[in-house]
């Protein structure tokens, strides 16, 4: 077709600590457009802290022999006070933003995914500014091209803090996690990462798509620069159904959950939310996860809202008798989706 485009941005998460037990060689680069490899932390006076067996040069060689791209990412869960030491001096943050771009040419990346989680204040805003159009400069100067991604949360609590006229131009990408909507720290039990939200009556956090309807109609971001996470696992509750008290709280990997189908555990479909769970036979345990189905749906909002695509958490959570059940239905979905894309307001449910 002469009015074909390229496929979607698709993008997996690959955690180093599990480089032992899933070598890059196990990474199906078919499935991928890049890979992103976390997490390294901003360091005392600007320094990088790079974990013991991060560099993998392997792994950087074998993507760019599949013509794919691998970006590093910078942060991860809880490093708030990391970022926010760092580019609070601007003495340390120029030092930083050095030292990064050298990592990145050096090492042979091919860009950088910034993951504060989160900023959270008016100072950290603004230095939040700085620091990703310090570093945008420092990348350019490099005469490559060299992509720069930010990670977001899915609402406004942590959303407000990003300065996003400031931030869009300097950005390819807004990876938006819309996942976690509920976990430990919740009132009640609740789905993962619902595609829709239950009805008004119940007390839910948000969905997929109040996550994106935010960033793309509130917040203004275009949608060829938003990309939906998805989540490669799931969690738990000792609570009987949806929408329960509860007092524990668990997580595990896809490829975890889905063998209790049928051994102890009944898989229900929510219909309103789009988004399977489990239940247990015999006993006050709830799993919340995603299959193939939602996760197909969830490709089929991208396609249907024009969005730029997924990034995954994370490449290794799907992994059963040696395929990637998930990634797949995104591949088949995504990677191969050759359909003219023409930019439309978000569908309406």
């Known amino acids: 077709m002469s009015d074909a485009v390229a496929p979607y941005f698709v993008e997996a998460a ?52 599949a013509n794919k791209k691998i970006l590093v990412g910078v942060g991860g869960e809880g490093s708030h006070d990391e970022f926010a030491s760092m580019v609070a001096d601007p003495t340390d943050r120029a030092t930083f933003v050095q030292n990064l771009t050298d990592f990145v040419v050096g090492q042979g990346y091919d860009g950088v995914e910034i993951d504060w989680e989160f900023p959270h204040t008016d100072t950290d805003r603004e230095n939040l500014n700085a620091l990703m159009a310090e570093l945008r400069a420092s990348l350019d100067t490099t005469g490559q091209d060299l992509q720069l ?17 400031t931030i869009t131009p300097l950005v390819d990408y807004y990876l938006v996690m819309t996942y976690s909507f509920h976990g430990g720290w919740s009132t009640q039990s609740g789905h993962n990462a619902p595609l829709y939200s239950p009805p008004p009556e119940v007390n839910d956090p948000g969905s997929v798509d109040e996550g994106i309807r935010y960033w793309a109609e509130t917040r203004g971001v275009p ?14 509750f ?97 990677m191969l989706n050759l359909s003219p894309r023409a930019y439309l307001p978000i569908v309406q449910k």
């Open 149 to 165: 991604n930010i990670c977001v949360s899915a609402g406004a609590s942590f959303g407000r803090w990003i300065d996003v006229e």
């Open 223 to 236: 949608q060829s620069q938003i990309v939906l996470g998805l989540a490669f696992y799931g969690i738990s």
């Open 238 to 334: 000792d609570s009987e159904d949806l929408y329960q008290p509860f007092t524990s709280f668990g997580q595990a990997h896809y490829s975890d959950i889905q063998p209790l189908i049928g051994n102890g555990y009944t898989r229900h479909w929510d219909n309103t939310c789009q988004v399977p769970y489990l239940t247990q036979d015999d006993g006050p345990v709830l799993w919340s996860y995603d299959d193939p189905q939602s996760i197909g749906l969830k490709c089929d909002y991208v396609i249907e809202n024009d969005l730029a695509g997924v990034v995954i958490w994370e490449v290794t959570g799907d992994l059963i008798d040696g395929q990637h059940e998930l990634l797949k239905v995104v591949a088949d979905k995504l």
């Open 14 to 65: 690959y955690p180093m600590w599990y480089g032992s037990v899933y070598p890059p060689e196990s990474i199906p680069l078919d499935y991928v457009q890049q890979v992103g490899h976390v997490f390294i932390l901003p360091g005392a006076d600007g320094a990088l802290v790079v974990p013991g067996g991060f560099v993998m040069p392997q792994l950087i060689e074998r993507v760019h022999a």
